[in-house]
């Protein structure tokens, strides 16, 4: 089955630096990455998600790169606040077939120093 | 605004008790997850079904953990009997996944559980 690595646990940055977050995972077949943001309290929530048939996809000050050859993709926020601090995950999915569920990585707390 | 609502949303039972969590997926919604989040585990899926269908139950202790979607509307997530092991938040989410293509999962708020 899918196994995926995230690194680092933890990230503290200022107010303004840009922040990265990578993860890996094994299944080649996966085809589906997104990442969803969890404050402390609530429930995780989809900030953005990239298909193996884009190698990068941004949103404002979030943008997602792929790369399907080494597996792995990355989540970077640029311009960090402090409303950016929680914790994100990344997760991957495969939709070739009749399954499709979706492993998540054990996640990062993102600290933003003002 | 579309939701998936969880409850109960806090529960303290006390260890050998029965629990059940209950679940209402997004109207349309054709699959619906359980995860369990500790601290130390991150979010781990326990069980997942497509059109009321279990499609994969590998993560969940089978001896006192069952996961059931009696019809479209509702799916549940049974311990029995509980122990102090099982404290977690427990989240359901609900996506319209289809073959070949990725879709979007909402998550519920999550039922907290002690057993204490």
């Known amino acids: 089955g899918e196994n995926v690595e995230q690194h680092p646990s933890t990230l503290s940055v200022q107010e303004g630096d840009s922040a990265v977050i990578k993860c890996t995972y094994s299944?080649?077949?996966?085809?589906?990455f997104p990442w969803y943001k969890q404050e402390l309290g609530k429930r995780p929530q989809l900030i953005i998600d990239i298909r193996s048939n884009v190698g990068e996809k941004k949103d404002q000050r979030i943008a997602v790169t792929l790369n399907k050859t080494a597996k792995h993709f990355s989540l970077h926020i640029t311009e960090t606040q402090p409303e950016d601090s929680a914790v994100y995950f990344c997760a991957a999915s495969s939709y070739g077939g009749s399954q499709g569920n979706l492993i998540f990585g054990k996640g990062t707390k993102l600290s933003v120093k003002p | 605004d579309a939701r998936v609502t969880q409850t109960p949303r806090h529960k303290v039972t006390e260890m050998g008790q029965e629990v059940t969590m209950r679940c209402q997926p997004i109207?349309?919604?054709?699959?619906v997850f359980w995860y369990r989040q500790t601290m130390m585990q991150g979010l781990e899926l326990l069980a997942y079904f497509r059109n009321r269908a279990p499609l994969d139950d590998s993560g969940m202790p089978k001896d006192r953990f069952s996961a059931e979607m009696p019809d479209a509307t509702l799916a549940t997530l049974k311990i029995q009997p509980s122990e102090p092991r099982d404290s977690a938040v427990y989240f359901c989410?609900?996506?319209?996944?289809?073959?070949?293509?990725?879709?979007?999962?909402?998550f519920g708020e999550g039922s907290w559980l002690t057993v204490v």
């Open positions: 299944d080649s077949a996966s085809n589906y």
């Open positions: 989410a609900s996506g319209l996944v289809r073959v070949y293509s990725g879709n979007t999962i909402y």
């Open positions: 109207l349309g919604h054709n699959t």
